[in-house]
């Protein structure tokens, strides 16, 4: 089973900003979150890790609270093309461990 | 930009046929991965490779076997499909297979595969 939670479905107005939440209390020391989306009847698609530290890259913002039992990934203008199923993950990163998946959270970004 | 590419996107089989998925990426990965995703279920291991002619089995590889003879491909066989083997599979890889902070999985657009 997955070991974060998140809420099964969120909505956002186009434009403005999705802060999309997890949860990952039982986290240990060298794993990091990593964040994919999947768009329907796609294959899931990188969008940002981290450890500790807060992330950006183009794609969206990765904020990550000082005990790291939680974090938000933030599309800083959400368009129609965001919507999607994101799904937060705790891995170690590395090697060979298969990627688990949990049910994720249906972001609809309405028009 | 990564590309892993998978050689249908839809296929449809009967029970009992030989089925081969192909999977490609063109970074150089070392590390290869086939999953399928059912609804409810998530995504599943079922064999990951590191290495060319290695493999190993993941959380469900009944059913199933893997080739690797070159790096960049790595193929999925469904040696007598099965109706339970409908499914979406999805092909994914990595860059090594030491524990890195930049190695993100990388996946194809997946094969929606139909056992009749």
């Known amino acids: 089973d997955a070991k974060t939670t998140q809420p099964p479905s969120m909505d956002c107005a186009e434009g403005r900003a999705a802060n999309l939440p997890c949860n990952h209390s039982?986290?240990?020391?060298?794993?990091?979150v990593y964040w994919y989306r999947q768009i329907h009847s796609q294959g899931p698609q990188y969008i940002i890790h981290?450890?500790?530290n807060n992330e950006t890259n183009e794609m969206a913002s990765l904020i990550i609270t000082e005990d790291r039992k939680s974090s938000t990934l933030i599309l800083p203008h959400a368009t129609l093309r965001d919507t999607a199923v994101y799904y937060c993950?705790?891995?170690?990163?590395?090697?060979?461990?298969?990627?688990?998946f949990g049910k994720g959270t249906h972001l609809i970004i309405q028009p | 930009d990564v590309k892993v590419t998978q050689s249908s996107r839809y296929l449809v089989k009967r029970t009992g046929e030989k089925v081969f998925l192909e999977c490609v990426q063109d970074?150089?990965?070392?590390?290869m991965f086939w999953y399928r995703q059912d609804p409810g279920l998530g995504l599943r291991l079922i064999y990951f490779?590191?290495?060319?002619?290695?493999?190993e089995k993941g959380d469900i590889p009944e059913g199933y076997s893997v080739s690797r003879e070159k790096k960049e491909r790595f193929s999925l066989i469904l040696e007598s499909a099965s109706t339970n083997q409908t499914s979406m599979y999805l092909c994914?890889?990595?860059?090594?297979?030491?524990?890195?902070?930049?190695?993100?999985?990388?996946f194809g657009p997946g094969t929606r595969l139909t056992v009749l």
């Open positions: 994914a890889s990595s860059l090594t297979f030491l524990a890195h902070s930049t190695d993100t999985q990388y």
């Open positions: 039982t986290i240990s020391g060298n794993e990091y």
């Open positions: 981290g450890l500790k």
């Open positions: 993950i705790d891995h170690s990163g590395g090697g060979a461990d298969g990627l688990t």
């Open positions: 970074m150089d990965h070392e590390n």
């Open positions: 490779s590191y290495d060319v002619k290695m493999k």
